[in-house]
């Protein structure tokens, strides 16, 4: 559903107690630059500072799910590990998205997916969602759409927060920020804890957070902003359980709690901007430091990643006409290291040193037409080098003393540097080169209500993982240099109309993906399945009054196989997915809401063939209570899933994985 066009006459901030939208046109950065949300010919949602805190959310899945109507789909009940899905996308969703912090990409190179509890949710200044194809601006990932997530900056003035949260499941969570203003230059600094025992056995996680931030402004009337941040997170997994064990005990666990992660994440960027003689300049970078070490399915592995990350780009013109180049640079390392056990003993039975390096560059322009039209579009030009190197040594080679029935036995086969094999060994480059387009026209039919239609022509490079084994988990061909990137090209016609209190928002879409890749349980390889097609239908509309409003959003998806399995769904996509919220403010101070979401029936990952069982459809209503005894002053009284309605957010192949049932947190968060 396109959430995202819940707004599109307006912002959603916070005044005191209540959501308010302002009926005029809005500044986005959906084009990187700032323009007006009604010239954006997609859909785009703008959630700022105290929409996001009032919204209530423990993390950024949560207040996707709840504002944005992003689907999150969760493996361990908790909503701080798991994939994002949208428009269409079941199995590796998460890959189709493409989320930046602070102008930085979040993902992940291998499909290990994005650790959400390194994220405070309360440092967030603000989030933007755009749906739809994004590959000219974005590049890799962003097929279905991209997440923005810009950290608080420091003001010109002294100002804090802090706040304290209990809840179930032994959740406890402290949160605080403060920064201060020196005439152009900011400084800001806060953290975060938490930790909770999970709502299943053996899901309990921790997090802890700490940051800096600057801003400073120079007198030709730039700005500069960096950031630097410290993040480390331990999870565990409580695996997977059959349909009959979901329904007698959700809570109960088939890991034994030695299934679990640890990750270490560092991450700098810094960005500026500013105006030139002919137009506007930006320059975004960074570095990112990720190290996760993990226990699972008796495998233990240690993973470091490092991102390097480049992107310049001018744009010429202002209203009515416009040209933006601009370029990404893109650099990512991954040192793996497996090991013979789950023990710690140092016995290394695999090592993997993988390199990519991107490069590309783009082309945007927009034009004004006569008849109060505006045509958009642009060119993408990228190219991705992978260097795998990749040891596996010979397993009978690897213990100088073999564990026997009569005792430990010198092992004859010992060797001291073991051979690699040559079956699952492998060295050396791949190239791949991807290419998007764009265009798109715009027709005001009156101030406040336009129709627009659009084509993308979007590209995915397959995760590191997806092309070559060397996470532990072994595939029929190591490397598979013949795995394509995934191209589609999406048709797009929307309307948006806004009045004065009301938004409705309507989109259709057809989303045609070629080489779409999947995991095929059969040849025990990730490859390329074919064609498929996305039709979808996203409706939003929304009423707001002074003290009560409401809103209403809806999507409808067909995702087939077009090839080998004509007519049959995509696995993991629920047909229907919709949700209605309202809050009312009987008193000054005093904010009541609910929120009720549903998701229609969709068939277990794997499940190519659409003959197993299906995750069951499932509705999930969620209250709260907001009060300001005091200024600066709040307190909020939670209730999610208020109904404890047993429910699967995923399944494979007849594993489900159990999402939360009731939970009631409290909230105190003071402001100055």
Same mark, same amino acid.
Request: with cysteine.
């Given at each position: ?357 991107? #490069? ?5 322009? *927009?034009?004004? =037409?006569?008849?109060?039209? %505006?045509?958009?579009? /642009?060119?993408? $030009? &990228? ?85 070559? #084994? ?5 595939? *029929?061909?190591? =490397?598979?240099?013949?795995? %394509?990137?995934?191209? /589609?090209?999406? $048709? &797009? ?180």
């Amino acid at each position: 559903m396109l959430a995202g066009l819940l707004v599109l006459g307006g912002r959603v901030s916070g005044q005191g107690d209540e959501a308010v939208t302002e009926l005029s046109p809005y500044e986005v950065e959906a084009w990187h630059f700032d323009g007006l949300a009604m010239e954006v010919p997609a859909g785009v949602l703008r959630l700022e500072g105290d929409a996001i805190v009032s919204s209530g959310a423990g993390s950024v899945p949560e207040l996707l799910e709840k504002m944005a109507g992003v689907r999150f789909r969760g493996y361990t009940g908790n909503g701080t590990e798991g994939q994002l899905a949208m428009r269409g996308f079941g199995d590796n969703s998460g890959l189709r998205v493409l989320v930046l912090v602070d102008g930085q990409a979040y993902n992940a190179p291998d499909m290990g997916g994005i650790n959400w509890a390194g994220v405070d949710v309360e440092e967030l200044e603000v989030v933007e969602v755009l749906r739809g194809g994004q590959s000219v601006i974005y590049g890799n990932h962003a097929v279905s759409g991209v997440i923005k997530l810009q950290t608080r900056q420091p003001g010109k003035d002294l100002e804090g927060r802090a706040s304290a949260t209990l809840g179930s499941d032994g959740l406890k969570r402290i949160s605080a920020g403060l920064g201060q203003g020196f005439g152009q230059f900011g400084l800001r600094a806060g953290g975060s804890w938490s930790e909770t025992d999970g709502y299943r056995e053996h899901s309990a996680g921790k997090a802890r957070s700490a940051h800096l931030g600057w801003r400073v402004e120079t007198k030709g009337g730039s700005e500069w902003s960096g950031r630097f941040s410290l993040d480390r997170s331990e999870l565990q997994f409580p695996g997977p359980l059959t349909y009959a064990q979901m329904l007698e005990d959700p809570r109960q666990s088939t890991g034994s709690g030695r299934d679990l992660s640890e990750t270490d994440i560092r991450q700098a960027t810094l960005r500026g901007r500013g105006d030139w003689s002919h137009g506007q300049w930006q320059l975004a970078g960074g570095a990112l430091d990720r190290e996760r070490a993990w226990n699972l399915d008796g495998v233990r592995a240690d993973n470091r990643q490092k991102r390097y990350t480049l992107s310049p780009r001018v744009k010429w013109g202002g209203d009515g006409r416009w040209l933006m180049l601009g370029m990404d640079l893109e650099q990512d390392q991954l040192d793996y290291t497996d090991y013979a056990d789950a023990t710690g003993e140092v016995i290394v039975r695999s090592w993997a040193d993988v390199a990519r390096t991107t #490069a590309g560059a783009y082309a945007f322009a *927009s034009r004004e =037409l006569a008849g109060d039209m %505006e045509l958009s579009g /642009g060119l993408r $030009l &990228e190219n991705a080098r992978t260097d795998n190197t990749y040891v596996r040594y010979k397993e009978e080679q690897l213990r100088p003393v073999l564990e026997t029935n009569r005792g430990p036995y010198p092992n004859p086969n010992y060797k001291d540097p073991p051979d690699p094999d040559p079956d699952l060994s492998f060295d050396g480059p791949v190239d791949k080169s991807g290419w998007a387009a764009e265009l798109s026209l715009l027709k005001q039919l009156r101030p406040g209500l336009n129709l627009w239609t659009g084509w993308d022509r979007v590209y995915r490079y397959p995760a590191l993982d997806e092309a070559a #084994a060397y996470q532990g988990y072994p595939l *029929s061909d190591p =490397l598979n240099t013949g795995l %394509e990137p995934e191209t /589609g090209h999406n $048709l &797009e016609a929307g309307l948006k109309w806004f009045g004065t209190n009301w938004d409705l928002a309507c989109t259709a879409f057809i989303l045609r993906m070629d080489d779409e890749i999947a995991y095929d349980d059969v040849e025990r390889l990730n490859r390329n399945i074919g064609s498929t097609v996305r039709r979808g239908l996203e409706v939003d509309f929304s009423y707001r009054k002074d003290r009560y409003g409401t809103r209403l959003h809806m999507g409808l998806v067909r995702a087939e196989f077009r090839d080998e399995a004509v007519g049959r769904r995509v696995p993991l996509v629920p047909a229907f997915e919709g949700g209605i919220s309202g809050w009312w403010k009987p008193v000054s101070g005093l904010r009541l809401q609910a929120n009720w979401r549903y998701l229609s029936s969709q068939f277990q990952g794997n499940d190519f063939a659409n003959e197993f069982r299906e995750i069951p459809g499932y509705g999930l209503l969620d209250l709260s209570l907001g009060w300001e005894p005091l200024p600066g002053w709040s307190l909020l009284l939670a209730v999610n899933n208020a109904a404890d309605r047993t429910h699967a957010v995923s399944a494979y192949s007849g594993g489900f994985y159990p999402g939360a049932g009731r939970t009631v947190q409290g909230r105190i968060r003071y402001t100055f």
